[in-house]
């Protein structure tokens, strides 16, 4: 593998863990994942890929995706309990944490 799919593997796995973060605060919290919410997170994460273009920055080009997973999952997850939220944010973090571990694989 090339160190250039290594780093978007990284970059993924990076993006679901952040976006596991923001999964169990709203789901710790007890907020319900109001259309505002599932909104603000989606024009974050436009906000942040069009920041990190302008800027050329590698931090932000990786983590733009974090806010759109978690909205994602959130839109998909409204009508179930705060409890089921912080279990799909365990989930969302393993999913990240595993694809950060793929891409160290046959360095």
């Known amino acids: 593998m090339e160190q250039s799919q290594r780093t ?7 993006s679901f863990m952040l976006a596991a973060v923001v999964i169990f605060a709203v ?30 920055n590698p931090m932000l080009a990786a983590v733009w995706f974090a806010p759109i997973v978690a909205a994602i ?12 939220l912080v279990t ?3 989930v969302v973090g393993a999913i990240g944490v595993a694809q950060v571990l793929f891409s160290q694989v046959g360095r």
């Open 8 to 14: 978007g593997i990284a970059r993924g796995g990076l």
């Open 27 to 56: 789901g710790a919290t007890g907020t319900y994942p109001s259309d505002g919410l599932l909104a603000a997170l989606v024009v974050l994460g436009v906000a942040i890929v069009v920041a990190s273009r302008l800027l050329e």
């Open 73 to 84: 999952v959130l839109f998909l997850q409204q009508d179930t309990s705060s409890e089921n």
């Open 88 to 90: 799909q944010s365990v």
